[in-house]
Nanobody, 116 residues
Framework: QVQLVESGGGLVQPGGSLRLSCAAS????????MGWYRQAPGKQRELVAT???????NYADSVKGRFTISRDNAENTVYLQMNSLKPEDAAVYYC??????????WGQGTQVTVSS
């Protein structure tokens, strides 16, 4: 079993920055890749960024050049650095981990609000 706990969400102005953290615990040897997804009210949950154990990254087109995903293996933590935030980025952000069979583990979510 894998447990994921997100932190770092909050209220920021447009153009501001936030850094989200996701701490993994439990059977971390099961994790093949980690990533971040987000869900705004009335919308489907969408992929934001992923990072495989081999170090390959993938980003949604809407966040390329603004968001960066990284991982600290010693701390078993994945980060999402979000810069130049836009109102359209407002959502609940969920940490995700996948095992080798594409089974999904999810965190509880952290709210990101972008408003003047």
């Amino acid at each position: 079993q894998v447990q994921l706990v997100e932190s770092g969400g909050g209220l920021v102005q447009p153009g501001g920055s936030l850094r989200l953290s996701c701490a993994a615990s439990g059977s971390i040897y099961l994790i093949n890749a980690m990533g971040w997804y987000r869900q705004a009210p009335g919308k489907q949950r969408e992929l934001v960024a992923t990072l495989s154990n081999a170090g390959y990254t993938n980003y949604a087109d809407s966040v390329k050049g603004r968001f960066t995903i990284s991982r600290d293996n010693a701390e078993n933590t994945v980060y999402l650095q979000m810069n130049s935030l836009k109102p359209e980025d407002a959502a609940v952000y969920y940490c995700n981990a996948k095992n080798a069979f594409h089974y999904d583990y999810w965190g509880q979510g952290t709210q990101v609000t972008v408003s003047s």
